[in-house]
């Protein structure tokens, strides 16, 4: 029987041209390895993990759209900055107060069941806040409608929780889920502001409450409806309240301080700009500061970083406290804005990193059957921190001057990194707050 003479797939061939000898391989080829996905993406092949993400998002846009729609409502129809000032002001107090309440509920009797119902809550008091100024109600009804606001739920902090229970155990790809988490707030607190400005002055001045009272109860809805990810309640908890967490406090100074330079940066940067005829700018310029939170947030969640969370929180705000003299330095030796922007670009890189470390610290001081609550008060200090450096930026711009303004978050990231040296570095096994926390 005669052979076939057509080369074997597993056969080279070999032929020459010219002086060249050729040898080509008809074997079969095998597929490359596949490249290994990158921290993010294995965070969000998790099951469940897209849709409360996109849920999340969309809930948490609404949170950087609130203020800026009712001042500029407030004030384009009252004609009135101080009582917009005034009524953004009660309901931040109102929140402060009321947020961690409700987070307890949370932990008690599980995310859907309250969430959606304090969700519908805060929505009914946004829109009476646009009906009482659109039918010229008393001021006082502004401040009671605008407080009625401050029930809605922290889904950062609820997303937050949702990751520590699908990442249990995995304390790296927990730090890729809080690096995420943080570089979301950053994101949505850039494009919130912008967004309402946009909607506020391009269509009539409830627009942007309006779209926030639509966007809140949708992304809250899709958030909820992912039960597979909600953490189990915890009906009858037995441990501490988590402001009784060993390390807890001190923590919540950091954020309080932390707070503090996001607040008074926002006012100076606003006054700074407004003195050299710049007002519309300074939203871009501000922008630009969140830019590079959100950037260095997702480039520190991608990395490894050395240590552990507790010895890396001093170094975080040592750099912030280094980084926040630069725009100080760019105001009082150009006076001009541009060089500002590009300070406050490099100056924001250090906030993300600061933050996704203290709230990890907080997540491992907090019960895991309290850990919204927990997240909340982190929150809350933070609020609290942003409505002190409102204070301290505007009266310093006022009495001193724009420049000396950014004088104030240096001073707020200094007391942070004091307190965190104090209480938060083991000098001994004395210590009794940096003995209780975790290593890893």
């Known amino acids: 029987m005669p052979r076939s003479t057509s080369p074997s797939r597993d056969t080279p061939l070999f ?21 290994p ?8 092949a998790l099951p469940g993990a897209r849709a409360f993400t996109a849920g999340n998002l969309i809930a948490r846009l609404p949170m950087g759209m609130f203020s800026v729609s009712a ?17 953004t002001a009660t309901g931040l107090a109102a929140t402060a107060v009321v947020a961690p309440w409700t987070a307890r509920l949370v932990d008690r009797y599980g995310q859907a069941r309250v969430a959606l119902p304090a969700t519908a809550f805060a929505v009914l008091g946004s829109l009476a806040l646009v009906l009482c100024v659109r039918h010229g109600a008393p001021d006082w009804t ?8 401050a029930t809605t ?6 997303s937050r929780a949702r990751w520590a229970h699908l990442l249990k155990g995995d304390a790296e790809a927990l730090h890729t889920a809080n690096s995420f988490e943080q570089a979301a707030d950053e994101l949505c607190f850039m494009l919130g502001p912008v967004l309402a400005a946009f909607l506020c002055g391009t269509f ?28 189990p309640a915890a009906r009858r908890s037995c441990a501490r309240s988590p402001l009784r967490s060993p390390g807890m406090r001190p923590l919540l100074v950091v954020c309080l301080a932390t707070g503090a330079v996001f607040g008074s940066l926002e006012v100076v940067t606003l006054a700074f700009a407004d003195e050299r005829g710049h007002r519309a700018a300074s939203g871009a310029v501000l922008a630009l500061q969140a830019a590079g939170s959100c950037a260095a947030g997702l480039l520190y969640g991608a990395v490894r970083p050395a240590g552990s969370a507790r010895s890396r929180l001093p170094w975080c705000l040592a750099a912030m406290a280094v980084l926040m003299t630069l725009p100080l330095l760019a105001a009082g030796l150009t006076g001009s804005l541009v060089p500002l922007a590009g300070a406050l670009l490099v100056a924001g890189m250090a906030t993300a990193p600061t933050m996704v470390t203290t709230m990890t610290l907080v997540q491992r001081c907090t019960p895991a ?16 921190g942003i409505a002190c450096g409102s204070a301290a930026g505007g009266w310093t711009v006022e009495h001193v001057s724009a420049t000396a303004g950014y004088g104030v978050p240096v001073a707020a990231a200094a007391t942070a990194l004091l307190v965190s040296l104090c209480t938060l570095v083991p000098f001994g ?5 940096t003995d209780s926390l975790p290593t890893h």
């Open 153 to 158: 739920p922290n889904t950062g902090g609820m």
């Open 369 to 384: 059957d309290r850990l919204n609550e927990g997240m909340t008060l982190a929150v809350t200090g933070l609020l609290g």
């Open 37 to 44: 996905k990158g921290p993010y993406r294995r965070l969000l």
């Open 429 to 433: 096994s004395s210590n009794r707050f």
């Open 15 to 35: 032929t020459v041209t010219a002086d060249t000898l050729v040898a080509v391989d008809f074997g079969p080829r095998g597929r490359s390895e596949p490249r």
């Open 204 to 231: 009539f001045p409830e627009a942007g409450t309006l779209v926030g009272a639509v966007l809140l109860p949708a992304g809250v809805l899709l958030f909820a409806a992912q039960r597979s990810t909600e953490p």
């Open 142 to 149: 502004l401040f009671a409608a605008y407080a009625a606001t």
């Open 71 to 87: 001042v500029v409502m407030i004030a384009g129809t009252r004609g009135s900055y101080a009582l917009a000032g005034a009524v």
